[in-house]
């Protein structure tokens, strides 16, 4: 059984930046597809940003230019770099990885932009 464990969450002020770390609880696990995906209040789960056959990336229109998604190491950590955040930014954001026909996600971690 594979986990995905996220960190970084946390308040930033608008403007400002964070960083969000995923990683695998096992090493070496074949992940077709791993990204990031948000929930705000009251919506639905959208995908952010994802890396497809290891090296095509994908982003969400809301985030291009500012979010940058990265992938290294042995345990599948992906990484979600988010700059100039904004208040509509604010969900909580999920790191899901797709192993064979089963689509494993993390628990989640909780972004709050605000001033």
């Known amino acids: 059984q594979v986990n995905l464990v996220e960190s970084g969450g946390g308040l930033v002020q608008p403007w400002g930046s964070l960083r969000l770390s995923c990683a695998a609880s096992?090493?070496?696990?074949?992940?077709?597809?791993i990204g990031w995906y948000r929930q705000a209040p009251g919506k639905q789960r959208d995908l952010v940003a994802g890396?497809?056959?290891?090296?095509?990336?994908q982003y969400a229109d809301s985030v291009k230019g500012r979010f940058t998604i990265s992938r290294e190491g042995t345990n599948n950590e992906i990484y979600l770099q988010m700059e100039n955040l904004k208040p509509e930014d604010t969900a909580v954001y999920y790191c899901?990885?797709?192993?064979?026909?089963?689509?494993?996600w993390g628990q989640g971690t909780l972004v709050t932009v605000s001033s």
């Open positions: 096992r090493s070496r696990v074949s992940f077709s597809a």
């Open positions: 899901k990885g797709r192993l064979g026909s089963n689509d494993i």
């Open positions: 890396i497809y056959g290891g090296s095509k990336t």
